[in-house]
């Protein structure tokens, strides 16, 4: 984990929504058409319903998922021609343990 990156990442507030969505896609996402239980990717929403959601530009959200999974708040899974992403918990849990302890 690497804080820095994470914070970064987070200091801007459509990638910060971004993330709070994908807290629980359920209640902020359209069901996914193309993700099924076989695909075993729980919680992964596609990258159109993010743009459509965040109201950005392909190539802007793109970016930003691109920067949070760098960070490691993210992971993505590939299915046929869609991409689709999901919370890293494990390393959201960290960087909640590193605020609590260092900062």
């Known amino acids: 984990m690497e804080p820095l ?3 970064k990442a987070l200091s ?3 990638r910060l ?3 709070e969505w994908l807290k629980n896609p359920e ?4 069901q996914q058409k193309h993700l099924s239980e076989s695909d075993h990717f729980e919680g992964g929403v596609c990258v159109g319903s993010i743009c459509d959601k965040a109201e950005l530009v392909q190539s802007v959200t ?3 998922l691109n920067m949070m999974q760098n960070a490691g708040l993210l992971e ?4 046929g021609k869609w991409t689709y992403y999901r919370r890293n918990e494990k390393v959201i849990k960290q960087l ?3 605020i609590h302890k260092e900062l």
Not at 27 to 30: N, T
């Open 96 to 98: 909640s343990e590193y």
């Open 17 to 19: 929504m971004i993330l």
């Open 12 to 14: 801007n507030e459509k």
């Open 76 to 79: 993505s899974k590939r299915i």
């Open 62 to 64: 793109s970016s930003y």
């Open 27 to 30: 209640q902020h996402f359209v």
């Open 5 to 7: 990156l994470i914070f």
